[in-house]
């Protein structure tokens, strides 16, 4: 059984800073991909950012320059760095990850429970 739990959501002020994490757990051989979506109220999930195994690192258009993901695969973690946070960035955010749990099974993803984030004065 694969767990991701996400912590760090909270409130925060427009133009403030937060930090997000996301651990992994359970039966894991190998993670591929890992990523960050947000959901708003009345709106679709969207991509935040993703990174590869490899340390590469796409944005949405809406994010870049204020947010930073990483990642440490010794502790089977992905972050989400937020910057100059504004009011709509306000939304519950997933973390996801490619999981292999045994040597020559496929990935499959795997999601979080999903942290709220509310960006308000």
């Known amino acids: 059984q694969v767990q991701l739990v996400e912590s760090g959501g909270g409130l925060v002020e427009p133009g403030g800073s937060l930090g997000l994490s996301c651990a992994a757990s359970?039966?894991?051989?190998?993670?591929?991909?890992m990523g960050w979506y947000r959901q708003a109220p009345g709106k679709q999930r969207e991509l935040v950012a993703t990174i590869t195994s490899g340390g590469v690192t796409t944005y949405a258009d809406s994010v870049k320059g204020r947010f930073t993901i990483s990642r440490d695969d010794a502790k089977r973690t992905v972050y989400l760095q937020m910057n100059t946070l504004k009011p709509e960035d306000t939304a519950v955010y997933y973390c996801?990850?490619?999981?292999?749990?045994?040597?020559?099974?496929?990935?499959?993803?795997?999601w979080g429970q999903g942290t709220q984030v509310t960006v308000s004065s």
């Open positions: 359970g039966s894991i051989f190998g993670i591929n991909a």
């Open positions: 996801n990850a490619g999981v292999r749990v045994f040597l020559l099974t496929p990935f499959q993803t795997y």
